[in-house]
T-cell receptor, first 114, second 112 residues
């Protein structure tokens, strides 16, 4: 069974640009969560999608958005990039997103904003 | 907001020494999960604890969930260089769906 796939692996952007990151969950998993990881703040929850609906959202500005498609693949978008958005963006999937399920993480997208 | 506190932030040990990381919450947790992230890698699930006072072992790793379900610990006996990485505890702070809140992690360095 293929794992969680994130593309691209690395991205370099400049301030003010926008970026779209992609995540393909494990086959059969319908819940996709996104996390931002930085050395200072650790892993911070961005949002979670299930059946194309955003069920939970973390404390991030509106520049961060996402969506999920009918095949459970998910994208996240960051508009008007700021230097502080430089981070590793991790996507994780689980079957239903229930609180007793473990998360399977992708390898992440390393975003650098110059 | 609700959070999970994890200490220490960093620990450097000699190979063969023991290591412990602690996780604390101000609220009662339904369960707690532990993940390991190797340098340059992504978090990988290790274990989930559900019951009050639960203790689980995986070879040299021992996981405990406190009686009040507000704290947890991970203990590694006789560390090896393969144990290097960051260990995170994580808990669902909201009832219901997948809002897994992570502690800031403990980075473990093991010198041969």
């Amino acid at each position: 069974k293929a794992g969680v796939t994130q593309t691209p692996r690395y991205l370099i952007k400049t301030r003010g640009q926008q970026v779209t990151l992609s995540c393909s969950p494990i086959s059969g998993h319908r819940s996709v969560s996104w996390y931002q990881q930085t050395p200072g703040q650790g892993l911070q929850f961005l949002f979670e999608y299930f059946s194309e609906t955003q069920r939970n959202k973390g404390n991030f500005p509106g520049r961060f958005s996402g969506r999920q498609f009918s095949n459970s693949r998910s994208e996240m978008n960051v508009s008007t990039l700021e230097l502080g958005d430089s981070a590793l963006y991790l996507c994780a999937s689980s079957l239903r997103g229930a609180s007793n399920e473990k998360l399977f993480f992708g390898s992440g997208t390393q975003l650098s904003v110059l | 907001g609700q959070q999970v506190m994890q200490i220490p932030q960093y620990q450097h040990v000699q190979e063969g020494e023991d290591f412990t990381t602690y996780c604390n919450s101000s609220t009662t947790l339904s369960n707690i999960q532990w993940y390991k992230q190797r340098p340059g890698g992504h978090p990988v699930f290790l274990i989930q604890l559900v019951k009050s006072g639960e203790v689980k072992k995986q070879k040299r790793l021992t996981f405990q969930f406190g009686e009040a379900k507000k704290n947890s610990s991970l203990h590694i006996t006789a560390t090896q260089t393969t144990d290097v990485g960051t260990y995170f505890c994580a808990a669902f702070m909201n009832s219901g769906y997948s809002t897994l809140t992570f502690g800031k992690g403990t980075m473990l360095l093991v010198s041969p």
